[in-house]
């Protein structure tokens, strides 16, 4: 929904592919941001990795407007040692599939989803809300993006099912 977002969601996942890449063999590399101790060091490579990718879309923007004002919503995962490091920005989501159950694991980044936490409407009404697509997060190239991080023990038949907010819904 912002402007020029195919654009940026491209920087955006070239950015966060080349900060896993370089930091896949090298846990003591200078990261751009400091280590956030309660997190494992892989949660810690993801949350820089979109950390980076951020400023990477705002540095990007200064000199091409075709990314001024661009952002796009994120879900990714990282596995590594039998656990997984999960992340999202924006109504992007990721669903764990175990024991034939499907449970969603991220929250939403969006007004609606605000809504139904604070008890204001209930989850079948989020479902038709005319602000239901407006996010409240985006990796748009603002300093002080909030990153959600959680991390799990992967087990034998699990499945991660990562989503684009264009595909949730179904």
Known sequence: GHAGG??????IAEAVTKFIRETASDSEKTWPAGLDARLSVLA?????AIRAA???????AQTDA???GSGATLAA???GDERIAISNVGDCRVYLLRGGRLQQI??????VAEQVAQGLIDSE?????????IVTRAVSGQAGMAVDV????????DRLVICSDGIHGV
């Open 6 to 11: 195919e654009l940026a969601s491209v920087t």
């Open 44 to 48: 810690n490579r993801l949350q820089v």
């Open 54 to 60: 951020n400023r990477t879309l705002a540095t990007k």
């Open 66 to 68: 075709a990314l001024e």
């Open 77 to 79: 995962a990282l596995y």
């Open 106 to 111: 991220t929250q939403d980044h969006s007004v």
């Open 125 to 133: 009404a989020a479902r038709t809300h005319p602000l239901r697509h």
């Open 150 to 157: 959680l991390e799990l023990d992967i087990k034998t038949g």
